[in-house]
Every structure is written in structure tokens, then in C-alpha cells.
């Protein structure tokens, strides 16, 4: 079976997952993916990712204890799958094979 690629967006929630480890969720997500591209991203583009990539199997979810405040809610953490590594790796030797043999950049 070919595993499709993941897109360049789904690549980065899926690092930002995988970095966070046990603190993955919505917010920690796009909060990272800010810090780390310099740009705004949408909280709805993030949970509708996180969602996708967890029905593609590349994600797994939990849901927290409410927190401790008066009507708190739970959180839903996401953690990377051995399969959401596999495709971020396979995306990045992808990458790697096309920029292998390019001329240097005159500066």
C-alpha cells in the first residue's frame, strides 16, 4: 500500500506534536508552530488538521481530566504515531533528495 505524503502543513503539526511530546494539544500546537515559523496560524487550521491526521492514523488522541475550575473541560492531547514519523521522515528525505545537487546560491 502507498502511504501518501503529508502535506507541508500537516508536516508541521506533526513536528510540533512530536516536539511537545505529553503537551500536544490545540493551542501548544499553534502556539509552536508561531513561535517556530514566524507566522499566524488559524486555531481552526490546527484542530482541523489534528482531527485529519488522527483519522489518516499519523496522530492519537487523549482526552485530560476537566480542569479544576468551576464547568473546566478536558483537553484533547494528541501524541505522533510511529506512522505520523515515518511520513515526516519519508516527507523530509523527499525533500532532502531534491535539494541534493542543486547549485550554490551566488551571494
Known sequence: ???ATPSD???QVLLAVWQLADGAYGTTVRDRLEERTGRSVAQGA???TLVRLEKK???KSRLSDPTPVRGGKAKR???I???GVAGVQAARAAMDALWDGLPE???
Open 46 to 48: 490546527v484542530y482541523v
Open 1 to 3: 500500500m502507498t502511504r
Open 77 to 79: 492531547f494528541f501524541e
Open 57 to 59: 492514523g499519523l496522530l
Open 105 to 107: 546560491a551566488s551571494r
Open 9 to 11: 502543513f500537516e508536516q
Open 81 to 83: 504515531t510511529p506512522e
